[in-house]
Structures are given as structure tokens and as C-alpha cells.
């Protein structure tokens, strides 16, 4: 199951030409850029891992690409994305943050029910990948 | 050059002829060279590159339109010279000009020096040096005193770390970012020397010759007007003066130089007027620079030594 997370998730995945138009946009904006990678693709999972720091101060999306590039080849097979951070004063929060790699394979989710007393039913949310450890799972 | 163009023209698919005149006006360089001309004094083998390197560029833009090749042009520079003969100036020039001419995408001058690039631990210069080119990733990367990269007495300086990071992107994304190192002659020869490497992936090695005493003297005018200070009849005289027997003296820094010395001279001249505050000032008092202003200089007094020491310019 294609997962659907962050802005353009919903079209076909962007070629490196789109992503670096994009973050070319970003940076026009005085947003600084980072890039994350995850396994555990849950969509409350809100704090992925940083590889390295999100990059200030840049004008040129040839520096965010090598470090997308670097990441997809440190972790080939994980999902990846690029965000995009907005300093300004009663922002700083997120403008924009899309998906830049997905594993081959995405097993997708498995709804869990849980009976609590009185019929009543919670329900959860869980991806097949996690079942298996961390760095095992795609 | 015309020659050239008009055989490519000839034995090119398309038949359209190509004008270097357009593409010269459309590139907006010719503003850029004025700009150049007119507020750089001198420098005449720096103009002639920069020139040289405007009209390859120009003519790799027609190349391109007639679907010729046109290989990856490695524009690394080194600019060596004197204490205050515009190699800083020159740098953010360059990295317009190259702007203007497509050759970097953003055109924007990133000035580093060694505290910049190598860090304090082990594993820290390289994250650091990254973060550096990073940042001037479609710009140009402008080392100041690059030699300071080099440490030959210590072995075990980060220094020499930042220098094959340095390296490999040089070579590696030289359409990304171009690399200027600037420094005093003798030390960047020795530091070219103990580094072949370096050496060998700068293109461009370009001297910044000296100012003779009337390109001064055309500078310390170029100040003063932009500072809106004219000198009087006397104290034009006087500066000539004072600029021939400061460069006889050591620690002489060029350009830098006249800067201090019309700094100090407008000191006096304040210290002059607010010594007879009683008096109404025209605009013209508050604009004017007389000899005595400059004549107050212990340039003048045939300094000893020591006392030349403290004149002297310090060097950052």
C-alpha cells in the first residue's frame, strides 16, 4: 500500500528535477531545509530521524540534493523526506514537507480492535513493517 | 573569434548565424565590466582575465545554441597580491560577472577563512567544511588568506582535512560552485607548493600588481567622493606627498592604506572645526579636507622605526 504523507503525496512520486525545483522554492523563502528518514512509516509517527542538521543559511538546492542523494544511499530502503522549516517570528513550524524516497516494497497497515468492557471497541493502527525489529523491517 | 563562429555557423545543422554582440548585450555583462572599470583603478592584467574569461564564457553560451560541446570550464581562481590591492573587491565582482554570464546559478560570495573550514576535534572539520560549500553551493566560495589552511609544523593539523575536502569538490562539482583562494603572494607560493594538488586544479592564477602612486592617488579621489569629502587645491598636493613617502615605509598596505590615512584626515578635520565651534560653517567647511589635515600625519615627521611600526597598517 502506497503510503500517503506530506504534500504531493498523492501524485506520482516526484523526479529529482521536481524535488530540487521545489526546494529551490523553499529557499527562495528563507525556509531551511532538512532531510528525515524513517521505518516506522505510522502517521502520528511525527519525529523521524534527522540526517544531519537542518540545513540555514543555503541559496542553492545543489547542496540539499547532495544530502538527499547521501541519504538515499546511506539508507536505500527506507522513506525519506525533505522539510521545509519557515524561522518567521509567530510561525516556526513547518511550511512544507514531502516524501522523497519509499521503500521497494510497502507491506501498508493492519487495523487493530481491542473489546474494552461494555462491547465497547478501540481501535489502532499498525504497519505490517514494524512487526519485524528496527533495521529489519524494509 | 569572429572566424571561429562563422565556420561553426557554417558547418552547424542550424543555419542561423550567431551574434556575439546580442548575447554580450543580453547578458548584462557589459554593465558589470563598466562597473568594474569604473570603480577599480588599475589592476590592468586582473581586468584582462577577467575579459578573457567574460568572452569564453559568452562564446560557450553560442556554442551551446549551436548544439556544439562545450566542457565543463573549471574556473578556480587564485588571487595572490599585496595587503590592499582589491582582491576582496574583485572576488564579489567575479561572482557577479560569473552570475551574469549563467556560469553560477545564485551569484552570491560566501568569505571564509581558515576558522571557518577546519575544526577544533577530530571528525570536526569535515562536517564543517561540508557546511561551508554548502552554503556556497551556487555561488563562489572566496578563501581569504588560504595559506593559513596549511600548517606544515604541526602534522597533526585539521587543516590539511578541510584542503582534500576542498579538493574533491573542487573536482567533483564544478558546476556547482567556484573556488577562489586569495593571499600574499610569497606565502600562497609556498603554500601551492607543498599542496601540487591545489595547485594544479586552480585554472586561473591571477597577480594583483601594486598601485604606482597616481593609481592612488586616483583612488584616494574615488573615496573621497563617495565618502563626499573633496581635498583642497593644497591638500591635493599634500596627499601626493604623503602617499609618495608612505609607500617608501614599511608595513605599506596599498589601497588600504589611503583608506586609513583619509580616515585620519577627516578625524582632523573634525578635531579642526570643533576647535572653533564659535564660528558658522558653510557645507562647503564640513566637505573640505585642507593640507593641514594631512600634513598633521607622522608620515610627515620622518618617523624612527618604531614609531613607523605603530603607523603601520595591522593586516586581518
Excluded at chain 1, 54 to 82: H, S, W
Aim: hydrophobic share 40%; proline share 4%; with cysteine.
Amino acid at each position: 500500500m502506497r503510503l500517503t504523507q506530506g504534500t504531493f503525496s498523492f501524485l506520482p512520486d516526484l523526479t529529482d528535477a521536481q524535488i530540487s525545483s521545489q526546494i529551490e522554492y523553499c529557499l527562495q523563502r528563507g525556509w531551511a531545509v532538512s532531510v528525515e528518514y524513517t521505518e516506522d512509516p505510522h502517521p502520528r509517527n511525527t519525529y523521524w530521524e534527522m540526517f544531519g542538521i537542518p540545513m540555514f543559511d543555503l541559496k542553492d538546492a545543489a547542496g540539499i540534493m547532495r544530502e538527499v542523494q547521501e541519504c538515499r544511499k546511506t539508507f536505500p530502503n527506507r522513506y525519506i523526506k525533505v522539510n521545509a522549516f519557515d524561522s518567521t517570528r509567530g510561525v516556526e513550524s513547518l511550511r512544507l514537507s514531502f516524501l522523497v524516497a519509499r521503500p521497494d516494497e510497502e507491506p501498508g497497515f493492519e487495523l487493530l480492535r481491542e473489546e474494552g468492557p461494555g462491547r465497547q471497541v478501540r481501535y489502532a493502527l499498525r504497519s505490517y513493517a514494524t512487526r519485524r525489529p528496527e533495521g529489519h523491517r524494509y | 573569434m569572429n572566424s571561429v563562429l562563422k565556420q561553426t555557423a557554417d558547418d552547424g545543422a542550424h543555419d542561423a548565424s550567431f551574434n556575439l554582440e546580442t548575447a554580450f548585450r543580453d547578458s548584462h555583462v557589459a554593465d558589470v565590466l563598466e562597473k568594474l572599470e569604473a570603480e577599480l583603478v588599475g589592476l590592468a592584467p586582473v581586468k584582462t582575465r577577467i575579459r578573457d574569461i567574460c568572452s569564453l564564457l559568452l562564446v560557450d553560451t553560442l556554442r551551446r545554441q549551436a548544439g556544439l560541446s562545450t566542457e565543463a570550464l573549471s574556473l578556480h581562481m587564485s588571487f595572490t597580491g599585496n595587503p590592499g590591492t582589491g582582491k576582496t573587491t574583485v572576488a564579489m565582482r567575479m561572482a557577479e560577472i560569473l552570475h551574469h554570464l549563467g556560469y553560477v546559478r545564485k551569484g552570491h560570495l560566501v568569505a571564509v577563512t581558515r576558522d571557518d573550514l577546519v575544526g577544533q576535534y577530530i571528525g570536526h572539520t569535515a562536517p564543517k567544511t561540508r557546511e561551508v560549500l554548502k552554503r556556497a553551493m551556487g555561488g563562489v566560495l572566496f578563501i581569504d588568506e588560504a595559506y593559513y589552511l596549511y600548517r606544515p609544523e604541526n602534522e597533526r593539523d585539521y587543516g590539511q582535512e578541510a584542503i582534500e575536502i576542498l579538493l574533491q569538490e573542487m573536482e567533483n562539482h564544478r558546476d556547482d560552485l567556484v573556488v577562489i583562494l586569495a593571499g600574499y603572494e610569497d606565502r600562497m607560493e609556498r603554500f601551492f607548493r607543498s599542496n601540487p594538488g591545489m595547485s594544479s586544479r586552480i585554472a586561473h592564477h591571477i597577480a594583483f600588481p601594486d598601485y604606482t602612486s597616481e593609481e592612488l592617488m586616483a583612488i584616494a579621489q574615488l573615496m573621497l567622493e563617495q565618502m563626499q569629502y573633496v581635498l583642497s587645491a593644497d591638500a591635493q598636493s599634500t596627499l601626493r606627498e604623503y602617499i609618495a613617502r608612505r609607500q617608501t615605509q614599511p608595513h605599506f598596505a596599498n589601497a588600504r592604506s589611503v583608506r586609513n590615512a583619509l580616515d585620519r584626515a577627516r578625524l582632523r578635520q573634525a578635531s579642526r572645526l570643533f576647535a572653533k565651534r564659535g564660528a558658522s560653517l558653510a557645507k562647503q567647511d564640513l566637505m573640505t579636507i585642507e593640507a593641514e589635515d594631512i600634513r598633521a600625519s607622522r608620515v610627515f615627521a620622518e618617523p624612527a622605526p618604531v614609531e613607523t611600526q605603530r603607523q603601520g597598517e595591522l593586516q586581518t
